[in-house]
Nanobody
Framework: QVQVVEFGGGLVHPGGSLRLSCIASGFNFSTSTMSWYRQAPGKERDLVARISTDDGGAIYADSVKGRFTISRDNHKNTMYLHMSSLKPEDTAVYYC???????????????WGQGTQVTVSS
């Protein structure tokens, strides 16, 4: 059994900051690829950022480069998304995605959290 849960969404003013957290249980976390996606009303779910398993290298959507930072703590099975200089167009439901093996078997999972709402508004 694996589980992915996001925390940290909320309402923030334009220019403000917010940190999202994603806790993944049941995975071999250190060998799992972790990503953040977001979906605004009426739009498709898009990749925001992804962090690698080894050196922590990351990729970002062009729209968030320089404003968002993805990180992971393998000891806490947790991934973070630090968001700053937030804009109204960042308003969306943010989802955590984990792709990796179960901690006690070779079975691989591609799992999503339930999502957390981020609203940027004055």
């Amino acid at each position: 059994q694996v589980q992915v849960v996001e925390f940290g969404g909320g309402l923030v003013h334009p220019g403000g900051s917010l940190r999202l957290s994603c806790i993944a249980s049941g995975f071999n976390f250190s060998t799992s690829t972790m990503s953040w996606y977001r979906q605004a009303p009426g739009k498709e779910r898009d990749l925001v950022a992804r962090i690698s398993t080894d050196d922590g290298g990351a990729i970002y959507a062009d729209s968030v480069k320089g404003r968002f930072t993805i990180s992971r703590d393998n000891h806490k099975n947790t991934m973070y998304l630090h968001m700053s200089s937030l804009k109204p167009e960042d308003t969306a439901v943010y989802y955590c995605n984990v792709v990796g093996p179960h901690q006690y078997s070779d079975y691989w999972y591609d799992s999503w959290g339930q999502g957390t709402q981020v609203t940027v508004s004055s």
